[in-house]
T-cell receptor, first 110, second 116 residues
């Protein structure tokens, strides 16, 4: 049972535009969420997080929005840059450490 | 550089064989996690150790086992390998498994296993 779901395997966005990556979760006990970014041949690296007491967290070009009633969060990247091309994982802490979604491959086109 | 070291980076082996993947956590981190990433799957949690003791078990096959040694490094043993075991295996570490937040779990670069 996938408790964290990323339903878009890939997303293509033009450079300079906004990238919106979506994530849904089923476990209402989750109270903290993280986004990780992964380049090929590298391990995932932490990008941004949000606590359930907030509905928005911003860090530079990256903003994460949380809609608890819909059990949905999204990562906005604006403006998108070529270096943002990577796989993005949504994750939530659990008894096992982190429960990850399957990831969304973001491709930034020039 | 996350500070988590995994060896080997790449490994090619035949079906039926046994391999050992090694992980050295960040200095000071007591907890080690193993994850598997296959082509069509996300990061699947396998197992977690904390200060030498198994703390949590995920979707780890019976053919797989792991341990954490007194010096806190960990090894993941994969035996009777099958083609479907081909994947990227990540190790991650953290100081305290009860303090899980993005900047306290660090991932290694992974060990890429190819079973032929």
């Amino acid at each position: 049972d996938q408790q964290v779901k990323q339903n878009s395997p890939s997303l293509s966005v033009q450079e300079g535009r906004i990238s919106i990556l979506n994530c849904d979760y089923t476990n209402s006990m989750f109270d903290y969420f993280l986004w990780y970014k992964k380049y090929p041949a590298e391990g995932p690296t932490f990008l941004i997080s949000i606590s359930s007491i907030k509905d928005k967290n911003e860090d530079g070009r990256f903003t994460v929005f949380l809609n608890k009633s819909a059990k949905h969060l999204s990562l906005h990247i604006v403006p998108s840059q070529p270096g943002d091309s990577a796989v993005y994982f949504c994750a939530a802490p659990s008894a096992d450490g982190l429960t990850f979604g399957k990831g969304t491959h973001l491709i930034i086109q020039p | 550089d996350s500070g988590v070291t995994q060896t080997p980076k790449h490994l090619i082996t035949a079906t039926g064989q046994r391999v050992t993947l090694r992980c050295s956590p960040r200095s000071g981190d007591l907890s080690v996690y193993w994850y598997q990433q296959s082509l069509d799957q996300g990061l699947q949690f396998l197992i977690q150790y904390y200060n030498g003791e198994e703390r949590a078990k995920g979707n780890i096959l019976e053919r797989f086992s792991a341990q954490q040694f007194p010096d806190l490094h960990s090894e993941l043993n994969l035996s009777s390998l099958e083609l479907g075991d081909s994947a990227l295996y990540f190790c991650a570490s953290s100081v305290d498994p009860h303090e899980v937040s993005g900047n306290t779990i660090y991932f290694g670069e992974g060990s890429w296993l190819t079973v032929v």
